[in-house]
């Protein structure tokens, strides 16, 4: 049952380009989505987050788009940097009493100096 | 920043043998989770806590998981008879509200079941 799809295991950018990632759901009751980053023995790490009711938020470098009829989510990196190889999760939740986040599969991202 | 902790950061066991994973949750943090990772797979949903109690439990947390909270500070797993296939990385996280905040996750406990 993969509520939240991320249907690119890895991607390999040149530093100061930028890095997309994308992200894919089914569930519709989901309304808030998360990017986790995550290093090797690391647990993961918040990055960014966007509510259903935007399609746009943007912290620094990093912007996710949401485009809710494609149920589809897209996390920008601008200008990429070595420092941000690393394994990034799509993450999404559905208002549920605990707010459980329900995790996409990842997708390792390598910047290439 | 406050972080979660968890021990040990490395657990062995044999197959049949109970284990327990301990966490150290922020400490004004009220809800509390337990998230594992096998390898190269997604990272799953266990089990939500909340007041003293499960909020939540995934089809994953049967009867050989329970979760505890002994002493208003840490925060544990324990597996009774493990499997093989509990061989994974367990993640504890915790937040402050119930709302739409953002997880804190723990760096994990790598569980190995021979």
């Known amino acids: 049952d993969q509520q939240v799809k991320q249907n690119s295991p890895s991607l390999s950018v040149q530093e100061g380009r930028i890095s997309i990632l994308n992200c894919d759901y089914t569930?519709?009751?989901?309304?808030?989505f998360l990017w986790y980053k995550k290093y090797p023995a690391e647990g993961p790490t918040f990055l960014i987050s966007i509510s259903s009711i935007k399609d746009k938020n943007e912290d620094g470098r990093f912007t996710v788009f949401l485009n809710k009829s494609a149920k589809h989510l897209s996390l920008h990196i601008v200008p990429s940097q070595p420092g941000d190889s690393a394994v990034y999760f799509c993450?999404?939740?559905?208002?549920?009493?605990?707010?459980?986040?329900?995790f996409g599969t990842g997708t390792l991202l390598a910047v290439q100096p | 920043e406050p972080e979660v902790t968890q021990t040990p950061s490395h657990q062995v066991t044999q197959m049949g043998q109970e284990v327990i994973l301990r966490c150290v949750p922020i400490s004004n943090h009220l809800y509390f989770y337990w998230y594992r990772q096998i390898l190269g797979q997604k990272v799953e949903f266990l089990v939500s806590f909340y007041n003293n109690e499960i909020s939540e439990k995934s089809e994953i947390f049967d009867d050989q998981f329970s979760v505890e909270r002994p002493d208003g500070s840490n925060f544990t797993l324990k597996i009774r008879s493990t499997k093989l296939e509990d061989s994974a990385m367990y993640f504890c996280a915790s937040r402050m509200t119930g709302g739409h905040e953002k997880l804190f996750f723990g760096s994990g406990t790598q569980l190995s079941v021979l």
């Open positions: 569930n519709s009751m989901f309304d808030y």
């Open positions: 993450a999404a939740s559905a208002g549920s009493a605990t707010n459980k986040l329900i």
